[in-house]
């Protein structure tokens, strides 16, 4: 290899678009035959927005929402952002909070008044009705619970859409040889949906996947003999990207994703990953 190509093929990767961290990243999108792509902020464009309340009994909504929203104030996932801000676009005041929580993957809690109120998934509560189970399995986005004193009392449904460039970029990284894999941390429900409308394979959705087991899932295709492409923009995507055969992070993600990563998305657009596949694969054919 001379230095020389390398340089020109980072230095027009990046006017393309793309930061290539080094010249055996080159060699590894040549190897790569599975894509990994994380679900939000990636294939979606990661701008929740809430949609949705439904609670149970006569609880009013906008106490609800308030009760959520207090315990998110504390919080920097992008579920908590959007319904902080739904409650401040509904005015709703937001009382103090003490003792926050936050359990990755799963949710948040915190003292309101002296009563412990949680956010999140349905395994933080002892006891959920059924109908609220039915309502989130049934509600397009992602829904989470808020409840107190380990009773769910009211559901959020926040969402976002897929990027316009999504379905056709799967595509065209298919026809370079990749077979696409959609994970989540988010429920099964949500992560098949979207991944139909990218036409991703309902076989290859790995949903409900904590934090800490992004990585393992990579691992599990990389034992099945695949080289692993990953592309993510979350902190908890950071474990995963480094142990992919090639990360790639999306620049409108975090520091943590960018780090991890062999190669950045200066535009954060999945078609920029087909952009940067086939740039390396042509600029190491000069080099040959
Ligand atoms: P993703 O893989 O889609 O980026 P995460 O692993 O960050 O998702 O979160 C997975 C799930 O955990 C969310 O879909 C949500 O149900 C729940 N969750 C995590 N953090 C919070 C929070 N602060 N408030 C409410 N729910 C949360
Ligand atoms: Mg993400």
């Given at each position: 290899?001379?230095?020389?190509a ?6 027009r990767g ?8 080094g ?5 590894d999108?040549?190897?790569v035959d599975?894509?990994v ?29 308030k ?5 998110e104030?504390g ?8 319904i902080?801000?739904g409650a401040k676009?509904?005015?709703?005041g ?18 309101i008044?002296?009563?412990e109120?949680?956010?999140?998934k ?5 006891t959920?009705d ?12 992602t829904?989470v619970?808020v ?11 926040v969402?976002d859409?897929v ?8 595509e065209?990284l ?14 099964e429900?949500?992560?098949?949906s979207v991944?139909?409308q ?6 290859k ?7 800490t087991?992004k990585h393992a899932?990579?691992?599990d ?13 979350g902190?908890n995507?950071?474990a ?19 780090d991890s990563a ?5 535009r954060?657009?999945?078609?920029a990953?087909?952009?940067?596949i086939e ?10």
């Open positions: 290899a001379t230095p020389t390398l340089l020109v093929g980072t230095g990046a006017q393309l678009g793309t930061l290539i961290k010249p055996q990243v080159l060699e999108t040549r190897r599975t894509l792509l994380d679900k939000t902020g990636t294939v979606t464009t990661g701008d929740l927005r809430l949609k949705k309340i439904a609670v149970i009994g006569r609880l009013d909504k906008k106490a609800a929402l009760a959520a929203a207090s315990v104030q919080s920097e996932h992008p579920i908590a952002r959007a902080v801000a676009e509904a005015r709703i937001l009382p103090r909070i003490t003792d926050f929580t936050a359990n990755p993957g799963e949710g948040a809690s915190a003292r008044n002296g009563t109120v949680t956010v999140g349905a395994v933080l509560f002892d959920v059924p109908a609220l189970v039915e309502h989130a399995r049934t509600t397009p986005g829904t619970l409840g107190w004193d380990g009773t769910a009392h009211a559901a959020l449904t969402g859409a990027r316009d460039s999504s379905r056709a970029a799967v065209r298919r026809g370079l040889g990749l077979t696409p894999y959609l994970l989540t941390g988010d429920a429900a949500n992560a098949r991944a139909e990218v036409g991703i394979d309902p076989a959705v790995r949903a409900d996947v904590l934090p087991d899932i990579v691992r295709l990389q034992q099945q003999g695949k080289v692993v492409a990953m592309v993510g923009d902190v995507d950071a995963a990207l480094a142990q992919a055969d090639l990360g790639i992070a999306m620049g409108s993600g975090t520091d943590v994703a960018m062999d190669i950045i998305l200066v954060s657009d999945l078609d990953v087909g952009d940067a740039l390396s694969r042509a600029t190491l054919k000069v080099i040959k």
